[in-house]
């Protein structure tokens, strides 16, 4: 047992989602993730663009007081909490304004936009999966696997 | 009727206990080229949310072949006629409530009006002599009443679906206990994977190489076990999701939208009726018009999805993945049973599972 089999695993049961969930829930989700990976980037830019990198060195600092236990898991924690916002608001928009297409209304180009959507999905749930692995191989110190070079090399950028 | 079938009508009037031919008779109508064209037409008039369509089937499905004498046979013959006749789309179309491509007419024209005590297609009115245009004018304006009145109907029924049917708030019942219960033990599955993946001595062991040792073997199987069982929650949760949408939106748009929905029928009413004076005043036969006064339409809101509240979803994919999720379900507990005796096993034998 190793995070390899762990990611192969958890990409296969995301990716069922991606597969199967309709065409305004995978827009939802998705918008949820282009925001949270947004946020990360913006970030990111910020630290480095700043020069001092000071958030990073704060939280790589507070290890033992923090509850993060490092960098990888305030990035992850802080990913899902900005997915989870943004999810929760674009559904709730969506419920309340209720116009638009109705979700049986099938136009032909809808299907080539179904699929497109559902590729993102498959990104997202790949970048998903990338940040979500090295903290639990940090934070379980667990061994990398057949996967080694890939995670060091997600591990080495997010650091 | 042939003259034979008249002849033991005649005979059945005269001597009731010589005639048992009924039965045949009726047995007979089933493979005749009336009742297949009326099936046909049946199936099709199904196809419509419509109160008069409706009426029909339920007509259809009425019909008793197991018939007793003569004269119910007769009945039986006359009203298999007379529906086959009125089963045409053209005598239950309703502008307003049909869908892009669902009907094989071209024209509001040729729809059945009542005209002056009968049933006449519209164009044939237009250019009917010896009445005034007020009278055709009124004549529109009572079938227009009509369409209105149906979609009104159609609109409270449908309305009065979702609140019986509680859909208005989430009730717990059979179905959502079980998809409580099953998120519940999703959580606590992977809680145990974590729990002796991490936090107990077995993980060196665990994390030698896979099926060399009887912990990573038992840790194994409940993952598999565990990662088959998520699979399928993911794709059946997802996909009754998709089932249903058009259920939720329909019922969000009817609940929120009911007052949007009632003028749209009025607006849509008002046009149709300027339309059709229109066409009288110049005279001038209707075409290809059709869909021009779908009064909703499948983009905006889709009346029949709510059908699936009654009926159910009917998708065997669907169906048999979910029969499939439920069963494993049933096993990974018991799996999860097995794996928690084996570490409570250790425990007592090694003295702590904690390193």
């Known amino acids: ?159 | 009727m042939n003259s034979e079938e008249r002849l033991l009508l005649y005979i059945s009037y005269s001597f009731p206990e010589l005639v048992n031919e009924q039965y045949k008779l009726a047995s007979a109508l089933k493979g005749s080229d009336i009742y297949f064209y009326l099936t046909q037409n049946i199936k099709k008039c199904a196809e419509f949310e419509n109160a008069r369509s409706k009426k029909l089937v339920s007509y259809y499905e009425g019909l008793n072949f197991n018939v007793k004498s003569m004269e119910e046979y007769v009945l039986l013959y006359s009203r298999i006629y007379f529906l086959c006749t009125q089963t045409h789309e053209r005598y239950y179309i309703n502008p307003l409530a049909i869908k892009e491509g669902q009907c094989s007419l071209k024209s509001i024209g040729e729809i059945l009006f009542k005209f002056d005590g009968a049933l006449v297609p519209f164009n044939t009115i237009i250019d009917r002599n010896g009445y005034s245009l007020a009278y055709k004018k009124l004549a529109v304006k009572e079938n227009v009443g009509i369409y209105k009145s149906e979609m009104y109907e159609l609109i409270d029924e449908k309305i009065k679906l979702i609140k019986d049917k509680k859909m208005t708030r989430r009730r717990l019942n059979l179905g959502n206990m079980l998809s409580i219960i099953e998120t519940v033990f999703i959580l606590v599955f992977i809680a145990l994977f974590i729990f002796a993946l991490c936090l107990t001595k077995l993980r060196d062991s665990i994390f030698a190489s896979p099926f060399s040792n009887i912990p990573s073997i038992m840790t194994f199987i409940y993952f598999i076990a565990m990662i088959i069982y998520i699979s399928l929650y993911v794709i059946v949760a997802t996909w009754h999701n998709r089932l249903y949408e058009p259920v939720f939106y329909t019922r969000r748009f009817m609940l929120i939208h009911k007052r949007a929905i009632y003028s749209l029928i009025d607006k849509k009413c008002l046009q149709l009726e300027k339309y059709l004076n229109n066409a009288l005043e110049t005279r001038k036969h209707l075409r290809k018009d059709i869909y021009l006064f779908a009064g909703y339409n499948e983009s905006v809101i889709d009346l029949s999805s709510l059908n699936i509240l009654q009926k159910g979803v009917d998708n065997r994919g669907y169906n048999f993945f979910s029969a499939v999720k439920n069963i494993s379900f049933g096993i990974m507990i018991l799996v999860a049973l097995a794996y928690g005796c084996y570490l409570i096993f250790l425990a007592f034998t090694q003295g702590s599972l904690f390193a």
């Open chain 1, 1 to 159: 047992m190793n995070v390899s089999i762990i990611f192969i695993a958890a990409l296969l049961c995301i990716v069922f989602y991606g597969l199967f969930a309709s065409y305004n829930r995978l827009i939802r989700t998705n918008i949820g993730f282009l925001v949270s990976f947004a946020s990360i980037i913006i970030f990111y830019a910020v630290e480095i663009l700043s020069g001092n990198r000071y958030f990073t060195s704060l939280i790589t600092d507070l290890y033992v007081v923090s509850p993060f236990a490092s960098l990888e898991s305030f990035i992850i924690l802080f990913y899902l909490a900005v997915f989870i916002l943004a999810y929760i608001v674009t559904r709730l928009i969506l419920h309340f304004c209720c116009v638009g297409k109705s979700p049986s209304y099938h136009p032909k180009h809808r299907k080539y936009i179904h699929i497109i959507n559902s590729l993102g999905f498959l990104a997202f749930a790949f970048g998903l999966t990338s940040l979500i692995v090295p903290y639990f191989h940090d934070y379980f110190n667990m061994p990398n696997g057949f996967m080694e070079s890939y995670f060091a090399l997600i591990y080495g950028w997010m650091l």
